[in-house]
């Protein structure tokens, strides 16, 4: 969690930083080109009043056609253009209808008035000095943001740790309370179960007793408070250690063979609930992995499925190649209209839908448990609802076992 708190503080200062960036670097690009383009514009008038005594660093040519259409150059500054392309270009800027403006192509800018009777005056001014100016302007930009853009990091990546330091201690000490407590509550719910074990093996000769009834809920509460203890146990001593759930160490599995005989042991289960499990498996699909927590991880979907499927439906499960290195298995179940904002946080732990909070027994740690699992076999878990449906899916690789054979789940060989 902290390194994704990090990574997120990262990436949003980060955006700002280039957001600030392109809008300035952009902002002076075109800031210099508008005023380039007003300075050579000027630079244009003070040729058209002043004719030949104009003053400026810009070349510039300026030429003059008569009532007969006879071209007299006055000024040619660009001393490369021949009397016979500034014609062709006179035609042009005719042929274009306009007074002022811009000539790309031959990196001109160019402004024409009327003299006197059937007398126009033009005047071009040359842009290729501008255009070059902004080209280099452009690659110093670039390579300044993108020095800065690399300082920012740095500095982003110090604050991240800095900024996240009291939220890491927090949460450390909160995984640290979890541990501890869940440990220390293992003991006297021991002990509890095992008093009423002994008061309800008193109570034998009398088991319509209201003490005894009261005996039994006892103990289903007890029990489950001790399974909810386990859960937190298990879950707080992977967090401070820092990996995935432990596992034992890897080996090559038929997860065809593991899917269906799970399924095979949920079948009655279903059934006392009214529902139905119906299952499409394809032969011959091997993963690596612990066999204990795949079984476990199915066991969590399957019962998942079971209590949160609409009653008197069917309840849907896949396994396939997804591809020559992928296996998918997926698990279908008709449901309530399942908002699709709760998807993102239907495996914090915890966490529960609203509408089957109460119904539904159950403390919202399975599906993070499963998550868990996923994640140290090396796979992938998501969820996704779509026409009163939810489908869980989960991707294992297909590997061989000397890929990953006598491998520790955190990484050890």
């Known amino acids: 969690m902290i390194r994704k708190l990090r990574r997120k503080f990262v990436f949003v200062f980060m955006m700002a930083v280039t957001a600030f960036l392109t809008v300035l670097l952009i902002g002076l690009y075109l800031s210099n080109a508008a005023h380039y383009r007003q300075a050579s514009m000027e630079t244009a008038h003070s040729a058209m009043l002043e004719g030949t005594r104009v003053r400026g660093s810009m070349p510039l040519i300026i030429a003059e056609v008569d009532p007969a259409g006879r071209m007299c150059v006055l000024l040619n500054q660009i001393y490369f253009m021949t009397e016979d392309e500034i014609v062709k270009i006179i035609a042009e800027i005719k042929g274009s209808g306009y007074s002022s403006g811009e000539l790309a192509a031959r990196n001109l800018r160019f402004l024409c008035r009327e003299m006197g009777p059937g007398r126009l005056r033009y005047v ?61 509550l293992k003991t006297p719910l021991t002990v509890a179960l095992s008093n009423v074990d002994m008061l309800l093996s008193e109570t034998e000769a009398d088991p319509g007793s209201k003490n005894c009834r009261r005996l039994d809920i006892t103990k289903i509460e007890l029990l489950r408070m001790k399974d909810l203890v386990e859960k937190l146990l298990r879950l707080a001593r992977a967090d401070a250690r820092g990996i995935q759930i432990a596992a034992e160490p890897f080996c090559e599995i038929d997860l065809s063979h593991l899917v269906i005989c799970s399924l095979a042991s949920f079948e009655p289960v279903f059934y006392d609930v009214g529902r139905q499990i119906d299952s499409d498996i394809a032969p011959g699909c091997h993963t690596v992995g612990d066999p204990d927590k795949l079984s476990e991880l199915l066991s969590i979907l399957l019962d998942n499925a079971c209590k949160y499927s609409a009653p008197e439906s069917t309840v849907m499960v896949r396994l396939r190649h997804k591809n020559s290195r992928e296996i998918l298995l997926t698990i279908e179940n008709d449901c309530a209209d399942f908002p699709s904002a709760e998807l993102p946080h239907i495996f914090d732990r915890f966490y529960r839908v609203d509408r089957s909070r109460g119904e539904v027994s159950g403390y919202g740690l399975g599906l993070s448990i499963a998550q868990e699992i996923v994640k140290q076999q090396g796979g992938k878990i998501w969820a996704e609802s779509f026409e009163k449906r939810i489908v869980f899916r989960v991707l294992f690789c297909r590997q061989t076992a000397s890929a990953k054979s006598r491998r520790h789940p955190d990484g050890r060989a």
């Open 124 to 184: 071009l001014v040359d842009a290729y000095g501008e255009k070059m100016a902004l080209r280099a302007q452009a690659f110093s930009s670039a390579g300044i943001g993108f020095a800065v853009f690399l300082g920012f990091l740095a500095i982003s990546l110090f604050l991240s740790r800095w900024i996240v330091r009291p939220v890491a201690e927090a949460w450390t000490k909160q995984r640290q309370f979890v541990a501890d407590a869940s440990h220390e």
